[in-house]
Protein backbone atom coordinates (compact mmCIF):
# COMPACT_ATOMS: atom_id res chain seq x y z
CA UNK A 1 0.00 0.00 0.00
CA UNK A 2 1.92 3.19 -1.37
CA UNK A 3 -0.99 5.67 -2.63
CA UNK A 4 -4.04 5.93 -1.09
CA UNK A 5 -7.45 8.64 -1.91
CA UNK A 6 -9.08 9.81 1.21
CA UNK A 7 -13.41 10.73 0.43
CA UNK A 8 -14.48 13.00 2.74
CA UNK A 9 -10.96 14.00 3.93
CA UNK A 10 -12.16 17.21 5.85
CA UNK A 11 -14.43 16.22 7.64
CA UNK A 12 -13.86 14.88 11.58
CA UNK A 13 -12.52 11.55 10.64
CA UNK A 14 -11.41 12.00 7.23
CA UNK A 15 -9.19 14.81 8.81
CA UNK A 16 -7.61 12.25 10.90
CA UNK A 17 -7.14 9.05 8.35
CA UNK A 18 -5.56 12.46 6.38
CA UNK A 19 -3.12 13.15 8.92
CA UNK A 20 -2.79 9.09 10.08
CA UNK A 21 -2.08 8.22 6.40
CA UNK A 22 0.56 11.19 5.74
CA UNK A 23 2.48 9.85 9.41
CA UNK A 24 2.75 6.28 7.92
CA UNK A 25 4.93 8.01 4.53
CA UNK A 26 1.75 7.06 2.05
CA UNK A 27 1.21 9.04 -0.81
CA UNK A 28 -2.06 10.20 -0.02
CA UNK A 29 -4.96 12.15 -2.25
CA UNK A 30 -7.44 14.34 -0.74
CA UNK A 31 -10.51 14.23 -2.59
CA UNK A 32 -12.72 17.54 -1.49
CA UNK A 33 -15.13 19.84 -2.41
CA UNK A 34 -13.43 22.61 -0.75
CA UNK A 35 -9.71 22.84 -0.85
CA UNK A 36 -9.38 25.35 1.77
CA UNK A 37 -11.02 23.08 4.49
CA UNK A 38 -7.34 21.47 4.31
CA UNK A 39 -5.24 22.66 6.86
CA UNK A 40 -2.36 24.27 5.81
CA UNK A 41 -0.25 21.74 8.03
CA UNK A 42 -1.19 19.35 5.50
CA UNK A 43 -1.46 21.02 2.21
CA UNK A 44 2.08 20.68 1.00
CA UNK A 45 2.22 16.88 2.03
CA UNK A 46 -0.78 15.56 0.14
CA UNK A 47 -2.19 15.94 -3.22
CA UNK A 48 -5.70 18.07 -3.42
CA UNK A 49 -8.05 17.13 -6.15
CA UNK A 50 -11.44 19.63 -5.56
CA UNK A 51 -14.54 17.68 -6.80
CA UNK A 52 -17.85 16.17 -5.51
CA UNK A 53 -18.63 12.43 -5.99
CA UNK A 54 -21.52 12.65 -7.41
CA UNK A 55 -19.36 13.59 -10.82
CA UNK A 56 -18.15 9.93 -12.21
CA UNK A 57 -15.28 12.16 -13.76
CA UNK A 58 -13.63 13.40 -10.96
CA UNK A 59 -13.79 10.34 -8.94
CA UNK A 60 -12.54 8.24 -11.78
CA UNK A 61 -9.77 10.74 -11.63
CA UNK A 62 -9.09 10.46 -7.74
CA UNK A 63 -8.72 6.82 -7.60
CA UNK A 64 -6.78 6.82 -11.07
CA UNK A 65 -2.92 4.96 -10.04
CA UNK A 66 -4.13 4.51 -6.03
CA UNK A 67 -3.78 1.21 -4.11
CA UNK A 68 -6.30 1.72 -2.05
CA UNK A 69 -9.61 3.99 -0.64
CA UNK A 70 -10.60 5.37 2.16
CA UNK A 71 -14.38 6.60 2.18
CA UNK A 72 -15.35 8.64 5.24
CA UNK A 73 -18.49 10.54 3.76
CA UNK A 74 -20.95 12.41 6.11
CA UNK A 75 -23.35 15.19 5.97
CA UNK A 76 -21.50 17.21 8.67
CA UNK A 77 -25.37 17.91 11.05
CA UNK A 78 -27.68 17.73 8.34
CA UNK A 79 -29.98 14.51 8.97
CA UNK A 80 -32.33 15.02 6.08
CA UNK A 81 -32.98 12.14 3.66
CA UNK A 82 -30.36 12.08 1.43
CA UNK A 83 -28.71 9.43 -1.14
CA UNK A 84 -25.52 11.34 -1.71
CA UNK A 85 -23.81 9.02 0.52
CA UNK A 86 -24.67 5.96 -1.28
CA UNK A 87 -24.53 7.21 -4.76
CA UNK A 88 -21.11 8.48 -4.11
CA UNK A 89 -20.00 5.62 -2.88
CA UNK A 90 -21.28 4.04 -6.07
CA UNK A 91 -19.47 6.29 -8.30
CA UNK A 92 -16.25 5.32 -6.21
CA UNK A 93 -16.41 1.82 -6.43
CA UNK A 94 -17.69 1.93 -10.26
CA UNK A 95 -14.10 3.92 -10.58
CA UNK A 96 -12.22 1.12 -8.73
CA UNK A 97 -13.64 -1.15 -10.52
CA UNK A 98 -12.24 0.26 -14.01
CA UNK A 99 -8.65 1.17 -12.44
CA UNK A 100 -8.29 -2.58 -10.79
CA UNK A 101 -8.20 -1.31 -7.18
CA UNK A 102 -9.57 -3.53 -5.03
CA UNK A 103 -9.07 -2.50 -1.07
CA UNK A 104 -11.46 0.28 0.49
CA UNK A 105 -12.19 0.98 4.04
CA UNK A 106 -15.91 2.50 4.37
CA UNK A 107 -16.87 4.40 7.59
CA UNK A 108 -20.47 3.52 8.24
CA UNK A 109 -22.55 4.04 11.48
CA UNK A 110 -23.36 1.28 14.76
CA UNK A 111 -26.75 1.48 14.17
CA UNK A 112 -26.31 -0.68 11.01
CA UNK A 113 -26.60 -3.31 14.30
CA UNK A 114 -29.73 -2.43 15.17
CA UNK A 115 -33.11 -3.15 14.32
CA UNK A 116 -34.89 -0.76 12.23
CA UNK A 117 -37.18 0.33 15.35
CA UNK A 118 -34.41 0.56 17.96
CA UNK A 119 -33.12 3.07 15.60
CA UNK A 120 -34.04 6.76 16.62
CA UNK A 121 -36.17 8.53 14.71
CA UNK A 122 -33.78 11.86 13.82
CA UNK A 123 -30.96 9.44 12.49
CA UNK A 124 -33.81 6.84 10.50
CA UNK A 125 -33.45 8.71 6.93
CA UNK A 126 -29.49 8.95 7.39
CA UNK A 127 -29.17 5.20 8.38
CA UNK A 128 -31.37 4.47 5.36
CA UNK A 129 -28.50 6.10 3.16
CA UNK A 130 -25.78 4.03 5.52
CA UNK A 131 -27.90 0.66 4.73
CA UNK A 132 -27.44 1.31 0.83
CA UNK A 133 -24.03 2.18 1.33
CA UNK A 134 -23.69 -0.94 2.66
CA UNK A 135 -25.21 -3.07 0.51
CA UNK A 136 -23.32 -1.81 -2.82
CA UNK A 137 -20.06 -2.36 -0.87
CA UNK A 138 -21.61 -6.17 -0.24
CA UNK A 139 -22.08 -6.41 -4.15
CA UNK A 140 -18.79 -4.56 -5.14
CA UNK A 141 -16.56 -7.95 -5.17
CA UNK A 142 -13.86 -5.54 -3.96
CA UNK A 143 -11.47 -5.81 -0.83
CA UNK A 144 -14.27 -4.08 1.35
CA UNK A 145 -13.91 -3.40 5.09
CA UNK A 146 -17.37 -2.31 6.49
CA UNK A 147 -16.39 0.20 9.81
CA UNK A 148 -19.48 0.30 11.77
CA UNK A 149 -18.35 3.40 14.72
CA UNK A 150 -20.58 4.20 17.80
CA UNK A 151 -20.09 7.78 18.98
CA UNK A 152 -17.36 9.63 17.53
CA UNK A 153 -15.74 11.91 19.93
CA UNK A 154 -13.62 14.09 19.40
CA UNK A 155 -10.83 12.63 22.47
CA UNK A 156 -7.32 12.31 22.74
CA UNK A 157 -6.21 8.32 21.05
CA UNK A 158 -6.13 5.30 23.15
CA UNK A 159 -6.08 1.75 22.97
CA UNK A 160 -9.42 0.17 21.02
CA UNK A 161 -11.11 -3.13 20.74
CA UNK A 162 -11.67 -4.03 16.84
CA UNK A 163 -14.65 -7.24 16.44
CA UNK A 164 -14.72 -9.02 13.06
CA UNK A 165 -18.55 -9.46 11.91
CA UNK A 166 -19.96 -8.63 15.73
CA UNK A 167 -23.70 -8.75 16.03
CA UNK A 168 -23.69 -5.60 17.98
CA UNK A 169 -21.28 -2.44 18.88
CA UNK A 170 -18.70 -3.58 21.20
CA UNK A 171 -18.94 -0.32 22.98
CA UNK A 172 -20.34 3.22 23.03
CA UNK A 173 -17.86 5.67 21.53
CA UNK A 174 -14.39 5.68 19.15
CA UNK A 175 -12.23 8.79 19.35
CA UNK A 176 -11.94 9.96 15.71
CA UNK A 177 -8.45 9.85 16.02
CA UNK A 178 -8.37 6.29 16.56
CA UNK A 179 -10.84 5.63 13.58
CA UNK A 180 -9.56 7.71 11.05
CA UNK A 181 -6.31 5.74 11.52
CA UNK A 182 -8.26 2.08 11.82
CA UNK A 183 -9.48 3.03 8.00
CA UNK A 184 -6.18 3.91 6.79
CA UNK A 185 -4.62 0.94 8.66
CA UNK A 186 -7.16 -2.03 7.52
CA UNK A 187 -6.91 -1.22 4.02
CA UNK A 188 -3.21 -3.14 4.22
CA UNK A 189 -4.99 -5.88 6.07
CA UNK A 190 -6.57 -8.77 4.78
CA UNK A 191 -7.93 -9.94 7.50
CA UNK A 192 -10.43 -7.88 7.90
CA UNK A 193 -11.65 -7.99 4.15
CA UNK A 194 -14.61 -8.13 3.03
CA UNK A 195 -16.25 -7.92 6.78
CA UNK A 196 -18.06 -5.59 9.52
CA UNK A 197 -15.78 -4.50 11.84
CA UNK A 198 -17.38 -2.93 15.30
CA UNK A 199 -14.43 -0.69 16.71
CA UNK A 200 -14.74 1.30 20.27
CA UNK A 201 -12.16 2.45 22.53
CA UNK A 202 -10.98 0.43 25.88
CA UNK A 203 -13.21 2.17 28.79
CA UNK A 204 -11.58 4.74 30.91
CA UNK A 205 -11.04 3.39 34.37
Known amino acids: ?30 FVRDPAKVPESLRDKVEIIEGNVLEPDSVAEAVEGVDGVVVALGTRNNL ?23 PISVCLSAFLFYDDDKVPARFVDLNEDHKRMYQVLKDSGLDWVAVFPPHIADEPSR ?37 VIGITNVPKQ
Not at 1 to 14: A, Q, R
Not at 82 to 96: H, L, Q, R
Not at 176 to 194: I, M, N
Request: proline residues 4%; contains cysteine.
Open 1 to 30: MKKIVIFGSTGMTGLCALETAVKKGLSVRA
Open 80 to 102: DPTSDMSEGTKNIIDAMRANNVK
Open 159 to 195: QIIVQVNPTTSPGRTISKRDLGAFLVDSLSEPKYYKS
